[in-house]
């Protein structure tokens, strides 16, 4: 029994460890499931080994979460916004947490404590007062800490300080605590301490001399000492750790072709003995254990290899390949005999396991969930020698689904040329195209990453001729191996440079070209602005691209346009300032008075590449519309996906930051959508009728259109009807006709705001009874349910409504006082003082506003125009003197009277008011309904629904 | 998320443009804040408004066309050049956002000496980064002023000012060729021409 038990659960574990490769679907893989943030990474373990942390993305929260074992479920202990990320984070000792998180433009600190309260955990966490990084953490107990905090007024300039955790949070920098005789305290300088050594170490980057100078000492020593030097230009230099001789472990390629492990003596700064090279390839890492060499890592033919000197470690190694045979492993944390693995292959974007010896690794879960349920396309490792015998080597991936003959083929040069390689790691852009039928070819050609000085440097000045000739070496061998059709080049920044110049060169092979933020005119490198002309700036192009030559211009697409027989999809950015846009704009310029076929998508307000995922979408999505065009690995998309990237292409339309506003192009792109069914179109046509903007408005076309996305289940059409039946915007309201839709949004999509409307018909009893205390418990369950971040623009949404049904609560429902309070304390839950619930209101501006020079008018009636924001600027001043409050609620209403008296409500709001603080209070003839002859009136009360302030505004 | 990549060691990083855009206009953002300048030293150019693609060409003898576009996220109150006219841009010319400038002006070498952003700021420009020559006879492009952030830069977008002149300026081109004649070295002007292109 016992041995059955065993066997089903080793068999059990095989099944969990291989859930990859028993994929069940051969579909092309959508593009939002390839192109997203990764649901897990940096796991750790606390110190004493207790708790297991990682950095969470799953829908229902982003941030810092625990794993527990016996649950499989992880719980967030800290939430960020989810346009934000955890940068880093570590455990500072057993119940304290430094994170860092935020995004490009902003960097928070922040402590976090875990509390155990009788075995419920507690968190807490606190955003460092001051900015500055942590430099590192001292041996023993207490904890205490060194922290770099920026003291420079115009420019960043630090001092750094020991400090324990609670005066970090406190942001108490006592004098004593400073440490002295910095060597710099610039924004060019970063310091790093080292715990084994007890030494600060100063690492400086001199702008001038592009050198970069390290230096240490003891951290209560005065005297700074030279750790090394070097320029990055002439070679690398990367310490790995001190060794117990007092030298350093350091990984470089100054004496040796290939980055290697050698002993490097400080005091006569001269590296010393060899420790390890790999005959091929850069070594990439070097870890130590007790002062004894364990592991050297590098990628061997894009895979990562790592070499154990230890027994232990090998042991690891041998049980592991068991469990991973195909697959490359890291071991991420380990405590005790626990160790945490992430797995990874060309077909598992990652997955972490516990490990522990004799029993088999245990999931804890994968970084991209969704594509487990599909058969991802491997890597085949190709080799061949250039025409100078340069071993170069390649990554085929083959179709899963592939045509039984003349497999279409994308020809994918990386980026660089120098420094960059492709790797056989998880890759959405080459999983996208595979899935779709097309084999795809990733080369390693003269001047990538990873194979030494010598090979790197045969790719400087090798452009539109090495590199691409070795490209073409690994092409040719492919189709003598493979049954290939035609092919297209495919690349970004200079891939995409290397596209063309493929595709010129092999007019007969080369079926079309899709090229994206790349270079095509290699003077114009050299002549870029009257920065780029600079000396220093001429010598960084020149060491790739070569000396500025007449002969550049010969392998410049630009002035071979002529010559280019394939269709082009030229893709750019036009904000981008590696490349250049004009590099872009010049190719696309070129193409076009040569007569050549070219499409462009040109991205406003976009630099080198995307910095949000749905451009990632629609950039990929046209690429799929463009090879089904053109090397038609399959004769069109299908309806849905045809619709889907004319929906995202319309959003960018309408949106109009990123691609011209064009309102009536967005139109039709719905509309085609919608003819192949697709709901978020209908949807968007509805709200085109119902607002008359871009379509004449039509009610009973809008609710048509609703009807028809709400069978397909859509929630947002669901609660845009019983927004139609309810508002009394469009038509009388219908109460009995919007709650069942509410209903259903609600249903369809738990986090809609279509709790607060159902909530709000049984306040105020629309055909239903009265019942204020299940009204309110929904409202108080939908927030607490379902906000996440303040900064997610879901939880805005999610408060916004709730303070606009709180607001007509408020005004129409007369709750009893017990109802009223429980409102009230909704509202001041997002506040932290208390409320005073009064105010005297003074007007100081009225009018209707001109937005281009910010002022008003005030007239005795108004031009109908949609062009301009009229209303009042009002100040609120405390009523009542006894409190020291200096927060206040106030409810908005605006509302229109008709010339047959009827009075029609638009909306009502909440709005907290900071005392004494002006307040804006705007509203525009923004849609068609808001053409008709009417009286606008803007009405202010107090939290009793008393009147303060009153405005009304007669148009033309 | 950046697809591919260029060689960093081909382009600056960010830090360092930041640091040579610095050097470019010589002071750091502290000084540019308090820097105030006499009303004295603005009355000594003469402003020249931008050339209208309704207004008649004419262009008197030795004079040639400057061609620039000024690309800014700010209204902007004066774009002050010496050389051998010494003039200026008036605010109707710099409003924020992207706009082509063209003029008519003697012959010779220029410098775009400083950019007042409104009464009390001004922006001194470093010698020897922001000099032009207008050739006679023809139109001189010399790039597009990009005021972005405290990043400032003249940078070359020849084949954009191209179609500029094509949609706006039909009529000049037939008369009188573009040439590029900003900082460096480019030559996309004459390959369209010898392609057959614009003139």
Redesign the interface.
């Known amino acids: 029994m016992k041995a059955l038990g065993k066997f089903i659960l080793i068999t059990a574990s095989l099944l969990f460890v291989t859930a990859n490769h028993a994929a069940t679907t051969l579909a092309p893989i959508p593009a939002t499931e390839l192109f997203q943030e990764g649901a897990l990474s940096q796991f750790q373990f606390s110190p004493n080994g207790e708790y297991t942390s990682a950095a969470v993305n799953y829908p229902d929260g982003k941030g810092i979460a625990f794993y527990d074992k016996k649950t499989n479920e992880f719980q967030l202990i800290v939430r960020i916004a989810q346009t934000d990320w955890i940068k880093h984070y570590h455990w500072l000792d057993a119940t304290h947490l430094f994170l860092q998180f935020g995004n490009d433009n902003v960097v928070i600190n922040t402590i976090v404590t875990v509390q155990d309260d009788n075995g419920k955990l507690r968190f807490e966490s606190k955003n460092l007062p001051k900015n500055g990084y942590l430099v590192g953490q001292l041996k023993g107990s207490p904890t205490q800490l060194l922290f770099a905090t920026d003291v420079g007024r115009?420019?960043f300039e630090y001092q750094l300080y020991r400090v324990s955790i609670e005066q970090l949070i406190a942001g108490e920098f006592p004098k004593d605590n400073r440490i002295k005789d910095l060597l710099n305290t610039d924004?060019?300088t970063r310091l790093v301490y080292s715990q084994e050594s007890n030494q600060l170490i100063s690492i400086r980057m001199d702008?001038e001399t592009q050198q970069i100078n390290v230096h240490y000492r003891h951290l209560d020593g005065a005297e700074w000492q030279p750790l090394f030097s070097f320029n990055p230009?002439e070679f690398d230099f990367s310490p790995q750790q001190f060794l117990a001789d007092g030298s350093l472990a350091v990984l470089t390629n100054k004496k040796s072709d290939k980055m290697a492990l050698y002993r490097f003596n400080v005091k006569t700064q001269e590296l010393g003995e060899l420790l390890y090279e790999h005959p091929r390839y850069d070594l990439m890492d070097a870890d130590f254990v007790e002062g004894q060499l364990s592991s050297v890592s590098y990628l061997a033919h894009g895979r990562l290899e790592q070499q154990f000197f230890t027994a232990k470690q090998q042991q690891l190694q041998q049980q592991l390949s068991q469990y991973f045979p195909e697959e490359q492993w890291q071991l991420i944390a380990s405590h005790a005999e626990q160790k945490l693995l992430l797995v990874f292959s060309a077909t598992n974007p990652g997955q972490y396991f516990f490990y522990q010896s004799g029993q088999p690794p245990q999931l804890i879960g994968s970084t991209l969930p969704e594509l487990t349920k599909y058969q991802l396309a491997p890597s085949i490792k190709l080799q061949v020698k250039g025409r100078d015998h340069l071993e170069i080597e390649s990554l085929l991936t083959l179709p899963v689904n592939r045509a039984k003959t003349a497999t279409p083929l994308i020809v994918m040069p990386?980026?660089?040329?120098?420094?960059?390689q492709d790797t056989d790691a998880f890759d959405p852009?080459v999983q996208f195209l595979a899935s779709r039928g097309y084999a795809v070819l990733r080369t390693n050609f003269r001047g990538s990453a990873g194979y030494g000085k010598s090979f790197s440097e045969k790719g400087v000045a090798a452009l539109g001729e090495g590199i691409e000739q070795d490209i073409r070496t690994a092409v040719t061998q492919v189709r003598k191996q493979y049954d290939i059709g035609r092919a297209c080049a495919m690349?970004?920044?200079?891939?995409?440079y290397s596209a063309m110049m493929l595709a010129i060169s092999e007019p007969e092979f080369y079926g079309c070209v899709i090229a994206?933020?790349g270079?095509y005119?290699l003077?114009?490198?050299?002549?870029?602005?009257?920065?780029?002309?600079?000396p220093e700036?001429r010598i960084?192009?020149e060491?790739?691209?070569g000396p500025l030559t007449p002969a550049l211009k010969t392998r410049s697409p630009?002035?071979l346009a002529?010559k280019l027989q394939a269709p082009v999809l030229l893709i750019g950015g036009m904000e981008d300032?590696?490349?250049?846009?004009?590099q872009t704009?010049?190719m696309?310029?070129?193409l076009k008075?040569?007569g050549k076929p070219v499409q462009e998508m040109f991205y406003q307000e976009t630099?080198?590449?995307?910095?949000r995922w749905d451009l990632?979408h629609h950039q990929i999505g046209l690429i799929d519309q463009f090879l089904t065009q053109h090397l038609a690995a399959r004769k069109k998309l299908t309806n849905a996906e045809q619709a889907e990237q004319w929906y995202r292409h319309a959003q960018l339309l309408e949106e109009g930051d990123k691609l011209g506003k064009d309102l009536a192009g967005a139109i039709k792109l719905y509309q085609q959508a919608a003819v192949f069914g697709h709901a978020a179109s209908k949807v968007e046509l509805a709200k085109a009728l119902l607002n008359g903007e871009g379509l004449p408005q039509d009610l009973n076309k809008a609710i048509a259109y609703l009807q028809q996305a709400a069978a397909q289940d859509s929630a947002g059409a669901e609660l845009l009807l019983g927004s139609v039946y309810s508002s009394g915007l469009y038509q009388p309201a219908e109460p009995a006709k919007a709650n069942p839709h509410f209903s259903r949004a609600a249903t369809l999509e738990p986090s809609s705001t279509a709790a607060f409307y159902i909530a709000r018909a049984s306040c105020l009893g629309l055909a239903q009874a009265v019942n204020w205390q299940g009204c309110l418990q929904r409202i108080e369950q939908q927030l607490k349910d379902y906000q996440q971040h303040y900064a997610d623009s879901k939880t805005k949404q999610l408060k916004n409504a709730a303070r606009r049904v709180i607001a007509e609560l408020l005004l129409n429902g007369q709750p009893n006082s017990a109802d009223r309070g429980r409102l009230i304390a909704i509202l001041q839950s997002t506040l932290k003082a208390p409320i005073d619930t009064s105010a005297e209101i003074t007007e100081l501006r009225v009018g209707q506003y001109d937005l281009d020079r910010g002022k008003y008018s005030e007239e005795s009636t108004y031009p109908r125009t949609s062009k301009n924001e009229f209303g009042s600027i009002i100040k609120a001043l405390r009523a009542d003197n006894s409190t020291g409050n200096k927060q206040t609620w106030l409810l908005v209403r605006w509302q229109r009277q008709f010339p047959d008296g009827r009075i029609q409500v638009i909306f009502d709001d909440a709005i907290p008011a900071a005392l004494s603080e002006h307040l804006q209070l705007h509203s525009k003839l923004e849609y068609a309904m808001d053409q008709q002859a009417a009286t606008w009136q803007l009405q202010v009360f107090d939290l009793h629904g008393q009147n303060l302030y009153q405005h009304q505004f007669v148009f033309q | 998320?950046?697809?591919?990549?260029?060689?960093?060691?081909?382009?600056?990083t960010k830090?360092?443009?930041i640091?040579?855009?610095m050097e470019?206009i010589s002071m750091?953002?502290?000084k540019i804040l308090i820097l105030l300048w006499a009303a004295l030293l603005i009355a000594c150019s003469q402003q020249v408004k931008s050339i209208k693609a309704t207004d008649p060409v004419q262009l008197a003898t030795n004079n040639g066309y400057l061609l620039l576009s000024v690309d800014s996220v700010i209204n902007l109150e004066q774009l002050n050049v010496s050389g051998a006219k010494s003039f200026h841009l008036g605010a109707d010319d710099l409003t924020k956002g992207k706009h082509y400038i063209l003029v008519d002006l003697p012959a010779g070498d220029y410098q775009i000496t400083s950019i007042k952003f409104n009464h009390w700021l001004r922006l001194q420009l470093q010698d020897g980064?922001?000099n032009f020559n207008v050739r006679p006879g023809q139109i001189s492009y010399i790039?597009e002023l990009q005021l972005k952030g405290w990043a400032l830069?003249?940078?070359?977008?020849?084949?954009?000012a191209?179609?500029y002149l094509e949609q706006n300026h039909t009529e000049l081109l037939k008369q009188f060729s573009v040439r590029y004649s900003?900082?460096?070295?480019?030559h996309?002007f004459e390959?369209?021409e010898a392609?057959g292109?614009a003139k």
Do not use: C
């Open positions: 115009s420019h924004n060019a702008a230009v990386h980026g660089g040329p120098i420094g960059v852009t690349g970004y920044s200079y891939g995409g994206g933020f270079i005119d003077p114009l490198l050299f002549n870029a602005s009257n920065l780029k002309i600079q700036q960084r192009v060491r790739v691209i630009v002035y002529n300032d590696v490349a250049g846009f004009e704009h010049r696309f310029d070129a008075r040569a630099g080198h590449g995307h910095n990632e | 998320m950046a697809h591919g990549k260029l060689s960093s060691a081909i382009f600056y830090h360092l443009k640091t040579f855009t470019g750091n953002r502290w980064l922001w790039g830069e003249l940078e070359n977008r020849s084949s954009m191209l179609q900003g900082p460096g070295d480019d996309y390959f369209v392609s292109g």
